[in-house]
Structure formats: structure tokens, C-alpha cells
């Protein structure tokens, strides 16, 4: 059973940067996709991007493009969310989720990080 941990969300102010990382286990970075996802209170989950197993391309929503970034480390087993500039509008709930393939609905769900984006 695929496994994912968030961390590295807070309290950051207006056009500063934040790195989240999602710790995988129960399965590695050649058999799963891994994707971001963020949620708001009152918004719909956003899905923000995603790396896919074995070669490792990303893609990232245009809406953040420029912006945010993934990478991963698959010694470490682990997936990044980059994220600069950040505005008050990304203050969300961010999750990673894993699936076979890069999907809007995958199986696997972190618990979520909190980042708040704040003067």
C-alpha cells in the first residue's frame, strides 16, 4: 500500500518561497506517478502538477506555471513542490497523491500540509 507524507508547509508572508516535500514508501518513484493538489476552505481541490514514474517528466497547471515547480529524488524516495512568489490566494491545504499514472483522481492520498500565506 503506497504510503505519502507530507511536510514543510507554515506561515510564510507574501512573495516568499516555500519547499514542500512528500515522503513515499510502500512503493517507489518508478511505479508511481506522484501529483500535487491544494484545497482551500470553500474551493475545489486544485490539482497543481505532476511527475511521472519512470522518466520522471513533470507537468505543472498553467494557472501556476512559472511559479511552482516538482522535482524528485528517487534514492530518497521523495517528491518536491517548489514554490515562489507566493501570494495570499495559495494559502491552502496542499496534498500529494500517487497513482500508476498522472490522474485528476488518483488512489493514494497524503494527509496534507498546511501553507499559509500571510503579512
Known amino acids: 500500500q503506497l504510503q505519502l507524507v507530507e511536510s514543510g508547509g507554515g506561515l510564510v508572508q507574501p512573495g516568499e518561497s516555500l519547499r514542500l516535500s512528500c515522503a513515499v514508501s510502500?512503493?517507489?518513484?518508478?511505479?508511481?506517478?506522484i501529483s500535487w493538489f491544494r484545497q482551500a476552505p470553500g474551493k475545489e481541490r486544485e490539482e497543481l502538477s505532476c511527475?511521472?514514474?519512470?522518466?520522471?517528466?513533470?507537468y505543472v497547471a498553467e494557472f501556476v506555471r512559472g511559479r511552482f515547480t516538482t522535482s524528485r529524488d528517487t534514492v530518497k524516495n521523495m517528491v518536491y513542490l517548489e514554490m515562489n512568489t507566493l501570494k495570499p490566494e495559495d494559502s491552502a491545504v496542499y496534498y500529494c497523491?500517487?497513482?500508476?499514472?498522472?490522474?485528476?483522481?488518483?488512489?493514494?492520498w497524503g494527509a496534507g500540509t498546511l501553507v499559509t500565506v500571510s503579512s
Open positions: 510502500g512503493g517507489t518513484l518508478d511505479t508511481y506517478a
Open positions: 497523491a500517487g497513482d500508476y499514472f498522472c490522474t485528476s483522481t488518483p488512489d493514494h
Open positions: 511527475i511521472s514514474r519512470r522518466s520522471g517528466s513533470t
